[in-house]
């Protein structure tokens, strides 16, 4: 069977981003997963025991000293050693901003076509097909690659995991020095690490405008928190300071393509909309009956959301 | 410092966007063309940098049809020196590939000590030129910028990734991708559109390029509208509005 590398994100602090297993589906479609790591030293084992159970059963890894800082170059340097290693019929990669900058590098130093924010990935007679969802939501387009290997940056979320590998094979390379971008000072972005990344994420709560402050915010992250789900944001909440940019979902945010997208207080300007509208199930409650995210709401609640999302919470818990 | 802004015409998100079936591009028709309002940022932010270092010369460069040099006049009457404007029959449809190695080609003509564009344009959301282009030219890339101070030859940036904001410093020359947390661009005057039709435009060929046309490697299948997603149940909140809504989640095993 075919090989197809998929580029893991790994965090500062070693450990695999979530992410990993909606890409690890997305190979899966087309050939056995082939996990690509680039690992601080002293975390190999736990890094490819979460490429394992995310499905991959072969690994190429690269220790690299200073992984956390380094913006980009090891990751497109170890991808170039693994195709040389592997021969894929495609490389995943995800449509993340790292993930992009990584893919575009790659693809410029290979010659090779790429294929972007992919929401499917799968070989028809013979030839990898790769989908796209354009304009929004509202069209959908598919493409090719006529010769050479496709690089495939995929929208984590948007495909489905695979489940865990029996065992994985890994093989470790040894990379050069790399120059390239380096982060003077990095920290993690969002307060609660308990709580998972808008990208990718099965469920997603956002907020609107219509929080009112910043300190009203915190009732979106109270409901995600009881529904397991990550923090989203309109633009125009972002723009009046209730949420941090990291959480803008829409047009020049986040696409997010959750199984439950639940919004608060968002009327729906088209570009919020651009970035949601292909989540599995759509829940908006607004107190504006004309609000325009309703036309594509599976559930549309008309009401305050200060009266509504508190109830809601505790519905919530009395059934877990 | 010379300052190259890249620039891409876009259809208008607030309109209908649609696709040719047939070619799987971009309708053109279909809805009103305009210059990509993140590359206005870019713009802004150059604009912004010659205020404050004075001896700066900004350059647009757009890829696209006779059309995109509207695109290229709009950011003139804003302030920008002159433009650059690739335009070649055998690019219609060019790929990825295609279009970082051309931009990269007339990039590599001038000396350049910044690029500056938007992290990705708003038709095809792909955000990886950017980097190909650094890859071609060999140049620091620093995406996703949130602010950003150009001194003695050095650039010292906050960038923010989904996951992480970082400070990074590069030497110039190099390529910086801008987010929405700069302004928006000034608007423009009459005086500036009055000038910015006398400031030259630059249009280069595949062949000014010593570029042979290259096939895409990357072709469209298909394409199809979308199903339309209609409007699902509605409920006005009476009080119980909450219990219908953990039912209605229970019910798709989404508690």
Do not use: C
């Amino acid at each position: 069977m075919t090989s197809v590398l998929v580029l893991a994100e790994v965090a500062a602090d070693g450990t695999v981003r979530a992410s990993i297993d909606s890409l690890v589906g997305a190979a899966g479609a087309v050939g056995d997963a082939v996990a690509v790591a680039v690992v601080p030293p002293g975390h190999r084992d736990v890094i490819t025991e979460r490429l394992r159970a995310a499905g991959a059963s072969r690994a190429v890894v690269a220790e690299v000293a200073d992984a956390g800082v380094l913006v980009s170059g090891p990751q497109v340097d170890l991808l170039q050693a693994a195709v040389a290693l592997v021969e894929p019929a495609a490389v995943v990669v995800g449509h993340t901003v790292e993930g992009r900058e990584v893919a575009g590098r790659f693809a410029a130093r290979t010659d090779s076509a790429v294929a972007t924010d992919a929401i499917g990935v799968a070989v028809d007679d013979g030839a990898v097909r790769v989908t796209h969802s354009v304009f929004g939501g509202s069209w959908i387009v598919r493409s090719g690659v006529e010769g050479g290997v496709p690089v495939v940056t995929v929208r984590p979320g948007a495909t489905t995991p695979t489940g865990a590998a029996d065992a994985i094979d890994v093989e470790e390379v040894a990379l050069d020095p790399v120059v390239g971008v380096r982060a003077t000072d990095a920290r993690e972005l969002g307060d609660s690490s308990s709580r998972p990344d808008l990208r990718g994420a099965a469920k997603v709560v956002s907020g609107g405008r219509a929080l009112g402050s910043k300190e009203q915010f915190a009732l979106v992250d109270r409901l995600a928190d009881s529904l397991g789900a990550a923090v989203g944001a309109s633009r125009a909440a972002v723009d009046a300071g209730y949420a941090p940019q990291a959480l803008q979902v829409g047009q020049t945010g986040t696409t997010v393509a959750p199984d439950l997208y639940l919004s608060l207080g968002i009327s729906g300007a088209i570009q919020h909309l651009a970035g949601m509208r292909t989540s599995k199930t759509i829940v908006a409650i607004d107190r504006d009956p004309d609000a325009p995210i309703f036309e594509i709401a599976d559930l549309a609640v008309v009401g305050d959301l200060f009266q509504v999302v508190p109830k809601l919470i505790d519905a919530v818990e009395a059934r877990r | 410092m010379r300052i190259a802004v890249l620039r891409k015409q876009v259809p208008d998100t607030w309109g209908e966007r649609r696709m040719d079936p047939t070619t799987g591009r971009a309708d053109r028709d279909a809805s009103d063309a305009v210059a990509d309002e993140i590359d206005d940022r870019a713009l802004e932010l150059a604009l912004h940098l010659r205020e404050e270092h004075g001896d700066a010369e900004i350059v647009l460069v757009t890829m696209g049809p006779d059309a995109a040099e509207q695109a290229l006049r709009a950011g003139l009457a804003l302030g920008a020196d002159r433009a650059v404007h690739i335009a070649d029959d055998a690019l219609a449809g060019a790929d990825l590939l295609q279009t970082g190695r051309t931009l990269a080609a007339a990039l590599s003509r001038e000396a350049f000590d910044l690029v500056l564009t938007g992290l990705e344009s708003t038709d095809g959301r792909g955000g990886v030129l950017p980097a190909m282009l650094a890859e071609r030219l060999g140049l620091p890339l620093v995406s996703a910028a949130t602010s950003l101070e150009v001194a003695g030859g050095t650039l010292r940036a906050e960038r923010a990734t989904e996951f992480q904001a970082m400070a990074v410093e590069v030497p110039l020359p190099a390529i910086v991708t801008v987010t929405e947390r700069f302004p928006e661009a000034r608007i423009g005057s009459f005086r500036g559109i009055r000038q910015a039709k006398k400031k030259p435009v630059d249009r280069l060929s595949l062949a000014d390029l010593a570029l042979a046309p290259a096939p895409a490697a990357s072709v469209v299948v298909d394409a199809a509208a979308a199903p339309e997603r209609t409007a699902g149940a509605r409920i006005v909140d009476d009080g119980t509005a909450a219990e219908a809504i953990a039912d209605f989640l229970a019910d798709r095993n989404l508690i």
